[in-house]
């Protein structure tokens, strides 16, 4: 059974750093790209940071130059370091992982349960 587990939310001041991680475990082919989506109250979830390989990076403009998405291949786990936090980044933040289980499967999307982050004044 695969799972991705997050840790590292919480609650911190505006301008303050958290860094998040998730760990891809189970018995999986390969990783497709890994990534973090959020979705604050009342709003649709969206794309933060993803790497679709291990060298390649996309950012939301909103967190260019405050956060940095990052990866261990060998733990499968990917990381969010976010920095110079603002309210509005308060939100659940998943982890996302486009996981091929078996050479013979497709590539499909899996999620992890969730961290909340929340940023106060």
């Known amino acids: 059974q695969v799972q991705l587990v997050e840790s590292g939310g919480g609650l911190v001041q505006a301008g303050g750093s958290l860094t998040l991680s998730c760990r891809a475990s189970?018995?999986?082919?390969?990783?497709?790209?890994m990534g973090w989506y959020r979705q604050a109250p009342g709003k649709e979830r969206e794309l933060v940071a993803s790497m679709p390989s291990p060298t390649s990076t996309n950012y939301q403009d909103s967190v260019k130059g405050r956060f940095i998405i990052f990866r261990n291949n060998t733990r499968n786990t990917v990381y969010l370091q976010m920095n110079s936090l603002k309210p509005e980044d308060t939100g659940v933040y998943y982890c996302?992982?486009?996981?091929?289980?078996?050479?013979?499967?497709?590539?499909?999307?899996?999620w992890g349960q969730g961290t909340q982050v929340t940023v106060s004044l």
């Open positions: 189970g018995t999986i082919f390969s990783i497709n790209g």
């Open positions: 996302n992982g486009r996981l091929r289980l078996t050479a013979r499967d497709q590539i499909d999307d899996y």
